[in-house]
């Protein structure tokens, strides 16, 4: 394998955590949230796979713009594949495994607008 294929990003409030392959095997990285863009734009276009939330579609967005396929995942399927204990680089190593499932369902990315109108149904629902 001499470019990385896919990578599993499991995201949080200030430190990320990628996992994936690449031509020297697998890795898994600690990212602070500053260093996820540079990082992942040094990588050759991929799949990249999240857990679908808020966030996740902003992060996607920005990471469709440079390129990368972007598969979301609902937790509760990611859920399946965890090995050990929960943790941020176990959570992406099973997102990483999730996303290669040929029967996997994925969650469409939401547009800026889309998720705006969401919000504006929702506050109007609660009230």
């Known amino acids: 394998m001499n470019e990385v294929s896919i990578i599993g990003l499991d995201i949080a409030k200030n430190v990320f955590q990628a996992y994936g392959a690449d031509a020297r095997g697998l890795f898994s990285r600690r990212l602070t949230?500053?260093?996820?863009?540079?990082f992942l734009a040094a990588q050759?276009?991929?799949?990249?796979?999240?857990?679908?939330?808020?966030?996740?579609?902003?992060?996607?967005?920005g990471l469709q713009r440079q390129g990368h396929e972007i598969r979301l995942i609902p937790p509760s399927y990611v859920m399946p594949f965890l090995?050990?204990?929960?943790?941020?680089?176990?959570?992406?190593e099973a997102i990483c495994e999730a996303a290669?499932?040929?029967?996997?369902?994925?969650?469409?990315?939401?547009?800026?607008?889309?998720?705006?109108?969401?919000?504006?149904f929702r506050a109007r629902d609660l009230l």
């Open 44 to 61: 050759p276009a991929c799949t990249i796979a999240m857990e679908a939330c808020g966030g996740a579609h902003h992060w996607a967005r």
């Open 33 to 38: 949230r500053g260093k996820v863009l540079e």
């Open 83 to 92: 090995k050990r204990q929960k943790n941020d680089a176990v959570d992406a």
């Open 100 to 120: 290669q499932r040929p029967d996997m369902r994925f969650v469409a990315v939401k547009s800026e607008e889309h998720q705006a109108s969401g919000l504006v």
